[in-house]
Nanobody
Framework: QVQLVQSGGGLVQPGGSLRLSCAFS????????IGWFRQAPAREREGVAC????????SYSDSVKGRFTISKDNAKKTVFLQMSSLEPEDTAVYYC????????????????WGQGTQVTVSS
């Protein structure tokens, strides 16, 4: 079992920045890839970024590449999603999740999910 607790999010103006945090715990949590997903109203959930448990390599969706950065603090057992140059299209509920499959950004392979946090980009 892996437990995920999210923090961060909120309202930000276009062009602004936000950082999301995902604290993970559990006996085997260190072996899981952690990913970030988002779901906007009336849209399917999409993968945003993930970070590998084995080598720390990262993957991003094309829609956020160059604007979002995923990182991991192993000592604090926390994964961060730094979001910059935010656009109204980034408005969504953001979820972190854990997958035993290394480096994958496909929600079908994610077994454990955080509670979700709202990010709203609006002037």
């Amino acid at each position: 079992q892996v437990q995920l607790v999210q923090s961060g999010g909120g309202l930000v103006q276009p062009g602004g920045s936000l950082r999301l945090s995902c604290a993970f715990s559990g006996d085997t949590a260190d072996y899981y890839t952690i990913g970030w997903f988002r779901q906007a109203p009336a849209r399917e959930r999409e993968g945003v970024a993930c970070i590998s448990s084995s080598d720390g390599s990262t993957s991003y969706s094309d829609s956020v590449k160059g604007r979002f950065t995923i990182s991991k603090d192993n000592a604090k057992k926390t994964v961060f999603l730094q979001m910059s140059s935010l656009e109204p299209e980034d408005t969504a509920v953001y979820y972190c999740a854990a997958s035993i499959i290394d480096g994958v950004l496909d929600e079908a392979h994610y077994d454990f999910w955080g509670q979700g946090t709202q990010v709203t980009v609006s002037s």
